[in-house]
């Protein structure tokens, strides 16, 4: 109990405290950020065996509350670039598409979030949920191999 009184004193202390020094209180808790580790298949309705990759939080999970940003690798990367040449006209780098996020996919990536023009898409250079929810991927039909299409469609 009175190491409760204790902690609750300090607490009151050092708030009162920032008040008289103006001082800004502590900033809320943010979530942190969490990488696209993989991607999920989406379904295309209006053509057998042709589904989207899609980043994600987990294999075929379906969440899409991660981001692939600068500095990241592997196939949430791969499948990024795939559809920012395919659906966006965009240049990735000399050798195309490879699995690296660097300055040149960043890059694109501005230039799709301006081309997908929507207030909640901020123009950043950085593929998060709202840009996700908004872009559109490239098809792949496996129903030959995984074969890519060229075709796009959001998801």
Same mark, same amino acid.
């Given at each position: ?13 050092? !708030? !009162? =405290? ?5 001082? !800004? ?6 979530? !942190? ?8 298949? &989406? ?9 989207l990759h899609? $980043? ?11 981001? /692939? &940003? *600068?500095?990241?690798?592997?196939? $949430? /990367?791969?499948?990024? %670039?795939e559809s920012? &040449?395919?659906?966006? =006209? ?6 195309? $598409?490879? #699995?690296?996020? =660097? =300055? ?8 799709? %979030?301006? *081309?997908?023009? %929507?207030?909640?898409? #901020? ?10 929810f908004y872009? #559109?991927? %490239? ?7 995984? *074969? ?8």
């Amino acid at each position: 109990m009175f190491a409760t009184l204790k902690r609750t004193g300090l607490a009151l202390v050092l !708030a !009162a =405290g920032a008040v008289l020094t103006g001082a !800004a209180p502590a900033p809320a808790t943010v979530a !942190a950020e969490v990488a696209c580790d993989s991607y999920t298949h &989406v379904r295309v309705p209006s053509v057998s065996g042709w589904y989207l990759h899609v $980043p994600s939080l987990g294999a075929n999970s379906g969440n899409y509350n991660c981001v /692939v &940003v *600068r500095g990241h690798r592997g196939f $949430p /990367v791969l499948v990024l %670039q795939e559809s920012l &040449v395919a659906c966006y =006209g965009q240049y990735v780098g000399p050798n195309g $598409p490879d #699995s690296d996020f =660097g =300055g040149n996919t960043e890059h694109a990536v501005r230039n799709a %979030q301006a *081309r997908i023009s %929507q207030p909640s898409v #901020s123009v950043d250079g950085r593929f998060g949920p709202k840009t996700s929810f908004y872009f #559109s991927f %490239q098809a792949y039909d496996h129903n030959n191999g995984g *074969r890519h299409t060229s075709v796009c469609y959001r998801r």
